[in-house]
Each structure stands twice: as C-alpha cells, then as structure tokens.
C-alpha cells in the first residue's frame, strides 16, 4: 500500500516585496536629500577697512488687490491712502533698497492697478515687479 506524502508547508516570508520597498525608500531619501541646501557657518571674524562699503538693508513690500479692490500691504488691509502714506513713510529712510511686488487678479481693471503702481513709483521704489503665473 502506497501512502501519499503530505506536501509540507513553507511558512517562510518572501523578502522580494519587502526589499523592493526599501530600495524605493533608499532611492527617494537620496533624491529628496539633493536638494536640500545646507548653509555652513563658519566663525569668522573679518577685518576692517576704511574703504569697505556698507551692506545695504533691503526692505521688501508686498501689495495684493483682490477682485473687491482690497488692498493688502504685507498681508496687512490698507485703503489707497494709507498704502501711499506707509510708502512715503519709507521713503525717508535712507541706505535701505526697496522692492515691490504687486500682485493682482487678472479680473481688476487696469486702471486700479496703475494706480497703485504709480504710488508706489511716487514712493522713489525702483525695483517694482508685477506677479504673474
């Protein structure tokens, strides 16, 4: 009489899922890591000189207008006024370079946003930049 064996069973894990997830994780930790930039500081104590020029201040002002003609100066609201008058504010400090960026809805007039550019070029703010997508 011939008996048939039982066949075992394996109760094993098969590791080919488990490495392939962690060569992926590999991969996107060395790629995600490319990018990041790491500032290094160093102590360094640099000399003086009478010649050496002064490092400018920057200021940056943000200006948004909005369908409903709000007017936000550094996420602050503002009426058109008080943006001219914070602008002419700046304009008595001195050595500090000033920037704008204006960013306004496509669906505002253009008079409203020439309005505001011509504040701030009234402001003597050179370096102004319309947002754009």
């Known amino acids: 009489m011939q008996f048939k064996k039982k066949d075992t069973e394996d109760f094993s894990f ?6 392939d997830v962690v060569f992926l994780l590999l991969i996107f930790f060395m790629v995600s890591t490319a990018f990041v930039d790491f500032t290094r500081r160093m102590d360094i104590e ?3 000189s009478k010649a050496s020029i002064a490092v400018e201040k920057i200021r940056n002002y943000i200006i948004e207008i909005g369908t409903d003609k ?28 000033k920037s704008a960026v204006i960013k306004a809805d496509k669906r505002l007039p253009y008079g409203d946003v020439i ?19």
């Not at 098969?14 to 490495?19: A, C, F, K, S, V």
């Not at 006024?81 to 008595?92: G, I, M, N, T, Y």
């Open 14 to 19: 098969d590791l080919t899922p488990m490495i």
């Open 46 to 48: 640099l000399p003086e």
């Open 70 to 97: 709000k007017i936000y100066l550094n996420g602050e609201e503002v009426t058109i006024e008080e943006l001219e008058e914070k602008l002419k504010e700046s304009k008595k400090e001195a050595q500090v370079r």
């Open 115 to 133: 309005k505001v550019l011509g504040i701030v070029k009234d402001a003597k703010i050179a370096d102004i930049s319309v947002a754009v997508k």
